[in-house]
C-alpha cells in the first residue's frame, strides 16, 4: 500500500485554481491539433526500443504503447480528487487503475499475482510491420522477458520475479520469489513497461516507423530535434465517462511534441500561441507572460525533480572525505539561492524525499543538527573542515553540466563564486545532452557532476541514487550495509514500517553529503484555454503523459475567437 495522503504541496490548490473544472453541461468536441511544449521541450527522443532502459522512453511513446497500469484520471483535483499527478513515477494505491489490465489478485503458495488482461483489443494494421491482431498475454510476457534479458537492464530491477507465464490467452501470472514493495511500479506502469508486439521487433524497434501499440494515437512523424507527431488511432478501444457519458477517445486528431532547445523560443511560441501546453515555464518568465498573454491558465508545483551537485566518490580526489564534502555544502549559501535567485521560488530542502510524500518526508526542522548545519552557510566552518581534511589552500575539480538546462547553466557559476570564497575552484564543462546522459551511463563523468534527478517514488529515491551499481548514481556511492537495508525495504509488507526504514535511510545518505544539496525549484505550467479537461497534470505513470492528452479536446471556436 502507497500514501500519498494530502501530497498537494502546491500542487493540488494551484490546480483547483486553475480553473480546469468542467462546466456541468460542457461537452466534449472531436478534432483539431495540439503543439505541446513537454516537461521536457528541450529533449529530443532518445530511443524507442524499451530494451534500451532509456527513462524518457515512456514519455516518447506512452500515446502508443500502452501498459498494464496506469493513473485513475477520474480521481485528479480537477475532477474533485485529490491527486495533482505530478510525481514523475509514482501512482499511489488509491490512484491506479487497470489499463491493458482488467484486474488483478493476490494469490499465496507460491507467492503471485494474477493480472486478467482485457479482451478485444487490437494491435492497429501497420505496413511492413503487421497485420491486426488480438493483444494477447504472450504479447505481454514478450515485453518483460526482453526488458529482463536486456543487456542494458538496471543492475537487480527484476529480481523479485521468480518466473512469469501465461496460463490462457487473456491471463499473466508473475510469481515473486519475495515480497516487493514496488511490484505495481517495477513492470506495470514503470519507466520501461510499455507492452509492445514481437512483430516490431522484428521489424525494427529502434526505428520510429516500426512503433505500433494499442493506444490511442500512432506514432506518424518524427524530426529528431525538432517535433514527435501523434495521429489518432481510430481503433482505439478506452472510453472516458464525462458527465454521466460515455465518449470514445481520443478527441484531438494529432498531437505534436515540439522539442524546442532555445528558452526565449519557446517561451515566445506560448506567448504567440504557436504552442497550446507549454509544461515547464522558469519563475523568471512568468510575471512577463501574465502581463503579454493574460488569457493563459497556470498551475504552479514543485518539481519533482531534486537538484545537487554529486561529487564522486569512487575515485580519488579530495571529495572522497565526508569532511570536504561537508565543508562545501556549507560553503554554498542555500538560502540565499532560494530568495536571490529563486526569488522565493524554490524550497531549501525537498531531496531525496519529496514533500508529497506524506509520511515519508520530513521537513527540514525535524532533521538532526547534523543535517540541519549542511544547509545553513557557515563558511569560517568550512574553511576549518578543510583544513582538518589537509586542504587549508583549497583545491581544484572539474564539474559537468548540461548545456540543455537553463536553470543549472545559470545556477552553477553562483556555486562555484560560494566555492571559491572557501579556496575551492571549480572548472565547468558544459556538454550536450548525450554526451553529459553518456558520460554518467558509461562512468567518464567529472569528479563534480551537475544534475537533477527525478525523485521516482518514495523508495526508489533512495535505491537508484545511493545504492551500489546502480545506473543513476552519479557519486558512485557504495555500502553493503546500506544496500542491506534497502534490500529489507522492499520486502517489508508493513507501509508503516517501510516508512520508518526510509526516514532512517534518508538521514543517513543527508549526512554523508555525497552531494551538495541544493534548493529545489518550483515550475509553472501554462495552457490556452481552448485546450479543454486539462488543468497541468503531468503524469499517469512513469515520465507518462499519453493518458492525460487522450482526455484533452480542443475548443476550435474559441481560438478562432481569441485570433489564433
Known amino acids: 500500500m502507497k500514501i500519498l495522503g494530502s501530497a498537494l504541496f502546491g500542487g493540488a490548490m494551484a490546480l483547483a ?97 494474477e493480472i486478467k488482461l482485457r479482451k478485444g483489443i487490437m494491435w492497429p494494421d501497420k505496413p511492413g510491420v503487421m497485420k491486426s491482431r488480438e493483444f494477447v498475454a504472450d504479447d505481454v510476457l514478450f515485453a518483460y522477458t526482453r526488458l529482463d534479458e536486456s543487456p542494458r537492464k538496471i543492475k537487480g530491477y527484476f529480481d523479485h520475479i521468480a518466473k512469469a507465464h501465461a496460463p490462457d490467452k487473456h491471463t499473466v501470472v508473475f510469481e515473486f520469489k519475495d515480497y516487493f514493495a514496488e511490484w505495481d511500479y517495477r513492470f506495470g506502469y514503470g519507466y520501461f513497461s510499455g507492452i509492445y508486439p514481437k512483430e516490431v521487433v522484428e521489424a525494427g524497434a529502434s526505428n520510429w516507423k516500426n512503433v505500433n501499440g494499442t493506444g490511442p494515437y500512432m506514432l506518424t512523424d518524427f524530426v529528431s530535434g525538432n517535433s514527435n507527431v501523434y495521429s489518432k488511432n481510430e481503433g482505439y478501444w478506452d472510453k472516458d465517462k464525462i458527465g454521466g457519458q460515455d465518449y470514445k477517445l481520443p478527441f484531438i486528431d494529432k498531437i505534436t511534441y515540439r522539442t524546442i532547445k532555445d528558452e526565449a523560443t519557446f ?168 554526451a553529459f546522459l553518456s558520460a554518467m551511463t558509461s562512468r567518464t563523468l567529472s569528479v563534480g557532476y551537475m544534475m537533477n534527478n527525478g525523485h521516482t517514488n518514495p523508495t526508489t529515491t533512495i535505491r537508484k541514487s545511493f545504492t551500489t551499481g546502480q545506473q543513476w548514481n552519479p557519486s558512485g556511492w557504495s555500502d553493503p550495509k546500506y544496500d542491506a537495508k534497502m534490500d529489507e525495504v522492499y520486502r ?25 544539496w541544493l534548493p529545489t525549484p518550483y515550475i509553472y505550467t501554462a495552457w490556452w484555454p481552448w485546450v479543454r479537461n486539462y488543468a497541468g497534470e503531468l503524469r499517469s505513470g512513469a515520465v507518462r503523459p499519453g493518458p492525460i492528452y487522450a482526455r484533452m479536446w480542443l475548443d476550435q471556436e474559441l481560438k478562432k475567437k481569441m485570433g489564433y
Open 17 to 113: 485554481a486553475a480553473g480546469g473544472a468542467l462546466a456541468n453541461d460542457e461537452k466534449p468536441k472531436y478534432g483539431g491539433s495540439v503543439e505541446i511544449g513537454t516537461v521536457y521541450v528541450t529533449l529530443s527522443a532518445l530511443s524507442w526500443d524499451a530494451q534500451d532502459f532509456n527513462w524518457k522512453h515512456n514519455h516518447d511513446t506512452g500515446l502508443v504503447y500502452e501498459q498494464l497500469f496506469a493513473a485513475d484520471l477520474s480521481k485528479s483535483v480537477k475532477a474533485g480528487g485529490k491527486h495533482p499527478f505530478i510525481a514523475d513515477a509514482w501512482l499511489p494505491s488509491d490512484a491506479i487503475r487497470g489499463e491493458l489490465a482488467e484486474s488483478w489478485e493476490w494469490k499465496e503458495n507460491p507467492l503471485r499475482i
Open 267 to 434: 517561451i515566445t511560441a506560448l506567448r504567440t500561441g504557436k504552442l497550446d501546453i507549454l509544461e515547464s515555464i522558469r519563475w523568471q518568465n512568468v510575471e512577463s507572460l501574465k502581463k503579454s498573454a493574460p488569457q493563459l491558465k497556470w498551475n504552479r508545483w514543485l518539481n519533482m525533480s531534486g537538484t545537487f551537485l554529486a561529487f564522486r566518490v569512487d575515485v580519488d580526489s579530495p571529495l572522497k572525505d565526508v569532511r570536504v564534502r561537508r565543508a562545501l555544502n556549507m560553503a554554498v549559501n542555500k538560502d540565499e539561492i532560494v530568495k536571490a535567485y529563486y526569488n522565493g521560488n524554490a524550497e531549501l530542502f525537498a531531496y531525496p524525499m519529496h514533500p508529497d510524500y506524506v509520511g515519508y518526508f520530513q521537513p527540514l526542522k525535524e532533521m538532526p543538527a547534523s543535517v540541519q548545519e549542511l544547509f545553513k552557510y557557515d563558511p569560517a566552518k568550512a574553511k576549518k573542515l578543510l583544513a582538518e581534511a589537509g586542504y587549508a589552500k583549497g583545491f581544484t575539480f572539474k564539474t559537468q553540466v548540461c548545456s540543455c538546462s537553463a536553470d543549472h547553466m545559470d545556477l552553477l557559476p553562483l556555486v562555484a563564486a560560494y566555492l571559491e570564497q572557501v579556496g575551492v575552484k571549480m572548472e565547468i564543462q558544459p556538454m550536450e545532452y548525450g
Open 492 to 516: 517489508t509488507k508493513d507501509e508503516a514500517t517501510r516508512i520508518k526504514m526510509l526516514r532512517e535511510m534518508t538521514i543517513e545518505i543527508l549526512d554523508l553529503a555525497p552531494y551538495i
